[in-house]
C-alpha cells in the first residue's frame, strides 16, 4: 500500500516538476566550450581513453576503471549512464554513474524497490565522482550539465560517494550545482613505510591478539582472482555476509571480475594446519598506490585463530613488499560505537571522511522523501 501511494505520488509530482522546469529554464540551452555525451554502457567508450584519464587524474581510482564498472553493468545489471567529456575528439573527463534503488538507511515501513524510484549513483559498489584532466572549471560544469540532461522520470537525486580528499578541491563547485554533503561513512588507512613501526602504533590489545595468533603457526598464501578460485572465495563470502546480514553481491558480479580484472585483484588465504580459516579480497588500487581491502570470507567457526587479524597483518606487509604507499581498510560507519571501525581503528589506522554528495532536479519529490524519511526517523527515535 505504502509502495503505491509513493507510487502515484511521484508521478503526479513528476508532471509538476517538467512544468516548472519549462517555465524557468531558458529557450536557449547553456552550451560548453567542451563536448559531452552520455552512453549508456561502458562497452561504447574507448576502454584505453577512458583508462588513460583515470591513470592522469588526481582523483581517478581503480573504481572508476572499466573492468570495475562492466562488472556493475554485467555481474548486477545496473543500467548506467556514464559521462564523457571531450575537445576536440580528446577525452578531458569521465564521470561513471549508475541508476540504482534509492538507498534507505533506516528502516522505513516500505521496500523503496518496489515504488519505482530510483538514484543516479557514483559509484556503488566503490567510490566515484568526476575524474578530470583538462580544464576544471570548464570541464566540471559539462559534466554536471551532462548529469542534468539525464532525465528519467523515476530518478529522484544524484549521489556521489568520494574516495579521498582529492575531490575537495571541487567542493565549492559542488555546492554551486546544488549538492550538498553528508558524513555518514569514514575511510581508515595506513601509511606504508616501515612495517616495524605500524606494528609498534597497533593498540596493544590488537598486538597481543596477533602474538597468541602466531603461535598456532598461520600460513597465508595469496591467490589472483580467476575463475577456478570464484567458487572457493564466494561460498566462505556468502556465509559471511548472511552471519552479519549485510548486502550480499550476487556470484555474477565476483564471476565478471574474474574475467576482466584478475591482475587487478588478490585473494589472501589463511590456515593453520592446513585448515583454512579465512579469506580477504584485496583490490590493487595502482592509480592511488594503495592496496584496498573489500571483501571478505571468514567463518565464525575459526575466530579462534584471529583469522581477519592474521590476514590483515600479512596483506599489510605484503602491499609493502610490493612498493604501495597505502593499506586501506575500506569504508565503515563513522561511529566510534561501530564494532567494524573500532576493530579497525586498533591496527593503528587514520581516519579520513568519506564525502557523499547529494543532489536533486526532482526538488518536489526529492523534498518529500527527506521530509517522510525524517519525520519517521523523530517519530521512532
Known amino acids: 500500500m505504502y509502495s503505491t501511494i509513493i507510487y502515484l505520488i511521484s508521478g503526479i509530482l513528476f508532471c509538476v516538476e517538467i512544468s516548472m522546469r519549462h517555465h524557468t529554464e531558458s529557450d536557449s540551452n547553456k552550451m560548453s566550450t567542451v563536448d559531452y555525451r552520455v552512453v549508456d554502457t561502458i562497452d561504447d567508450v574507448n576502454r584505453n581513453q577512458w583508462n588513460n584519464v583515470v591513470s592522469q587524474s588526481e582523483t581517478g581510482t581503480i573504481f572508476h576503471r572499466t573492468p570495475w564498472l562492466h562488472a556493475i553493468e554485467e555481474g548486477l545489471g545496473y ?4 559521462v564523457i567529456v571531450e575537445k576536440n575528439g580528446n577525452p578531458q573527463a569521465v564521470f561513471p554513474n549508475f541508476i540504482s534503488a534509492v538507498e534507505n538507511p533506516f528502516d522505513l515501513p516500505v521496500n523503496l524497490d518496489t515504488t519505482g524510484l530510483a538514484q543516479l549513483s557514483s559509484v556503488s559498489p566503490g567510490f566515484g565522482g568526476p575524474v578530470v584532466v583538462g580544464s576544471k572549471e570548464s570541464t566540471l560544469e559539462a559534466l554536471f550539465e551532462a548529469v542534468d540532461s539525464i532525465q528519467e522520470w523515476n530518478i529522484i537525486a544524484h549521489r556521489m560517494r568520494l574516495l579521498d580528499a582529492a575531490h575537495v578541491q571541487y567542493a565549492q563547485m559542488f555546492r554551486t550545482h546544488g549538492y550538498t554533503p553528508s558524513l555518514l561513512y569514514c575511510r581508515l588507512w595506513l601509511r606504508l613505510d616501515e612495517y616495524d613501526r605500524i606494528r609498534e602504533e597497533m593498540d596493544s590489545g590488537r598486538r597481543k591478539e596477533l602474538r597468541n595468533a602466531e603461535e598456532h603457526d598461520p600460513e597465508v598464501r595469496v591467490e589472483s582472482f580467476s575463475e577456478e578460485t570464484v567458487d572457493d572465495f564466494y561460498t566462505e563470502y556468502k556465509k559471511t555476509i548472511e552471519r552479519v546480514d549485510g548486502t550480499l553481491y550476487p556470484r555474477s ?99 579520513e571522511p568519506v564525502y557523499e554528495w547529494e543532489a536533486s532536479r526532482a526538488r518536489l519529490r526529492w523534498a518529500a522523501y527527506k521530509w517522510a524519511r525524517n519525520a519517521y526517523v523523530r517519530n521512532n527515535a
Open 253 to 351: 558480479f565476483f564471476e565478471t571480475l574474474a574475467r576482466t580484472f584478475e591482475d587487478r585483484i588478490r585473494i589472501f588465504n589463511a590456515y593453520v594446519d592446513g585448515q583454512p580459516i579465512g579469506k580477504h579480497l584485496c583490490l590493487c588500487d595502482t592509480d592511488q598506490e594503495s592496496l584496498h581491502y573489500f571483501f571478505a570470507g571468514v567463518d565464525a567457526e575459526y575466530f579462534k585463530y584471529s583469522g581477519p587479524a592474521v590476514l590483515h597483518d600479512f596483506a599489510i606487509k605484503w602491499a609493502l613488499e610490493h612498493g604501495y604507499d597505502v593499506y586501506d581498510f575500506g569504508a565503515t560507519s563513522s561511529n566510534y560505537q561501530d564494532g567494524t571501525f573500532r576493530y579497525k581503528q586498533k591496527f593503528g589506522a587514520n581516519i
Open 79 to 82: 543500467n548506467a549512464k556514464h
